[in-house]
């Protein structure tokens, strides 16, 4: 019953950082809001620990997360930055681990080198959770965003195959380079195989039950809710990377899956299940690590108890870290988006800033530092494991600090382009579906006059419908072409206040009692889906 109060607790919580957030007065980022709430259920006692240990909240959290982020991944932009992205989740990886782990050795005397190895390939995986909830709207350019989401999918099996060859250094005493490779290619390749195989079979399943003229998806939803769950067991059972399962799984089902025409019911109502799943899942992760804090942070280890090192230390760590980053950040930042000879202008450091603070570090960090084993098989206790985990701790709590605070200051007032190529692509490709749809229109009421429909109503209504569809071709064409929004800013601008009305009108209709709530939310979920369909897309996603 104690279990079953502090989850419904955790819940409440992660209901109530999202109501904080939108009557906040001022910009109160989400991941804070909510690891400060955790923090409370702490200190109140009205929330425990949950008993998970390190394999089973990869599995419960992290899987379906970063399977959710594979399927949101667009594949153009990861293959076309493949160079820079791998750079990130594998060069970036190996250079932190060794670069913290001396720096670490040499900082605490008497950790041995191997350990403090273990503490680098602890805080080199940036979180891909952390990132997306950090990064909300606040306008990071999408390519970068793009960069970043593929660097935090990707770099988790580095990091775990470091952290495993670094565990068993410190425990044996004994390192070989050839046999750390061996394993990494092993640990990539089954769990990069697996997941392939069970997000492709999955979603060419999933295609075939919605042709079978499913009403009811709501199987399938559930469905899809195992898949990631499935690959990372199939993927640990196999010897293989559970994590890198996972994320294959996600860029395998958006591959395959659910992309004919005939599908579009079932992908809004999967897409409806997994958004909130998300959300509970990333809530109860960043209130997962409020609760742990002040066990973390509430006792110095013996190491760290002279003078002010319990403070220092971690700060150094922090300032190490981020130096590294930064210095990766701009080589690859200008390989990748400033290939120019020259001084760099502002912007370009400004977003050079913003790779570099968007690395953050999260939950992987915490469930891997936790990971450490107490003592090893012979019974000698693991040394200055206390001492790691306090580093990785206050480490991965002042990155997101950062993060929360920086980016909106770094990103304030930067001056981009209104829209990408990415934004004209779009608008290209509903101009020329709309286009299409003039074509096909005349035909169509033909064929409804044909079929014996009143030939006045049919011309009627086609007439009124063509008039739409020319009105929406011009504002995307402008769009597409010049560059520029102010069309469609002022259509939407128009149906976002005809929507607001109509919201308007039903609500009154119900307050009266005219219709019941089943017809409110009916015809409310209708406008909302009208007015989704009609809004341009969001820069940054």
């Known amino acids: 019953m104690t279990i079953a109060l502090s989850v ?48 089973l909240f990869f599995l419960i959290f992290l899987a379906p997360l970063l399977a959710a982020d594979g399927v949101r991944m667009p594949r153009r932009e990861m293959a076309e930055m493949r160079a820079p992205i791998m750079s990130l989740a594998v060069g970036l990886v190996f250079v932190t681990v060794l670069g913290i782990g001396h720096f670490v050795h ?19 995986p940036t979180d891909a959770v952390a990132v997306s909830g950090l990064a909300g709207n606040l306008g990071i350019p999408r390519r970068l965003m793009h960069l970043l989401r593929g660097e935090a999918l990707l770099n988790d099996a580095t990091a775990v195959v470091s952290l495993r060859l670094a565990v068993g250094a410190a425990l044996t005493g004994h390192f070989s380079l050839g046999e750390g490779l061996l394993r990494f290619l ?9 997941g392939t195989l069970v997000g ?72 409806g299940v997994w958004r909130m799943l998300e959300f509970t899942l990333n809530g109860l992760i960043f209130v997962l690590l409020g609760l742990e804090l002040p066990e973390h942070l509430g006792s110095v280890p013996p190491a760290l108890q002279s003078g002010f090192a319990f403070v220092l230390y971690p700060l150094l760590v922090l300032g190490a870290l981020a130096l590294i980053r930064l210095f990766w950040a701009y080589v690859w930042m200008r390989k990748t988006f400033y290939r120019r000879k020259g001084k760099l202008p502002l912007k370009a450091w400004r977003l050079i ?67 990408d190529e990415i934004d004209r692509e779009e608008a290209r490709a509903r101009a020329a579906m709309l286009e299409r ?71 009154e209709l119900f307050r009266q009692k005219k219709i019941n709530n089943s017809t409110l939310a009916q015809l409310q979920e209708e406008l909302d889906i009208q007015q989704a369909a009609a809004a341009p897309g969001r820069r940054g996603e």
């Open 8 to 55: 419904l607790c955790m819940l409440l919580a992660v209901a109530l950082s999202d109501v904080i957030v939108r009557v906040a007065p001022f910009r109160a980022p989400l991941p804070l809001v909510q690891i400060l709430l955790g923090w409370g259920l702490a200190e109140l006692h009205w929330a425990e620990r949950l008993p998970l240990s390190p394999q």
């Open 106 to 124: 040499r900082l605490i005397p008497g950790m041995p080198l191997a350990v403090a190895c273990a503490l680098g390939a602890v805080l080199a």
């Open 186 to 194: 092993q640990l990539s390749l089954v769990g990069a195989l697996v």
């Open 200 to 271: 492709a079979l999955s979603g060419r399943f999933c295609s075939w039950l919605a042709r079978r003229h499913y009403e009811d998806p709501s199987g399938q939803a559930l469905l899809s809710l195992a898949l990631p769950f499935t690959s990372y067991l199939l993927a640990e059972h196999c010897h293989g990377s559970g994590i890198l399962a996972a994320v294959a799984t996600g860029l395998a089902f958006n591959v395959s899956g659910l992309v004919n025409e005939r599908e579009s019911f079932l992908r809004l109502h999967i897409h």
């Open 353 to 419: 800033g913003t790779a570099a603070l968007a690395g953050v570090r999260g939950t992987v960090s915490l469930a891997s530092v936790l990971s450490l084993p107490v003592a090893s098989s012979s019974g000698a206790l693991f040394p200055y494991r206390d001492a790691a985990i306090y580093l990785a701790t206050s480490v991965t709590l002042a990155t997101l600090l950062l993060a929360a605070v920086g980016l909106p200051l770094i990103l304030k007032d930067l001056k981009l382009p209104p829209l």
């Open 437 to 507: 749809a003039r074509e096909v229109l005349p035909e169509a009421v033909e064929g409804l006059i044909g079929q014996g429909y009143p030939a006045e109503a049919v011309q009627t209504v086609g007439t009124k419908m063509m008039e739409v569809f020319q009105l929406r071709v011009e504002e995307q064409r402008d769009r597409g072409d010049s560059g520029t929004s102010l069309l469609s800013e002022v259509a939407g601008r128009l149906r976002g206040a005809v929507a607001q009305a109509q919201q308007r009108v039903l609500l």
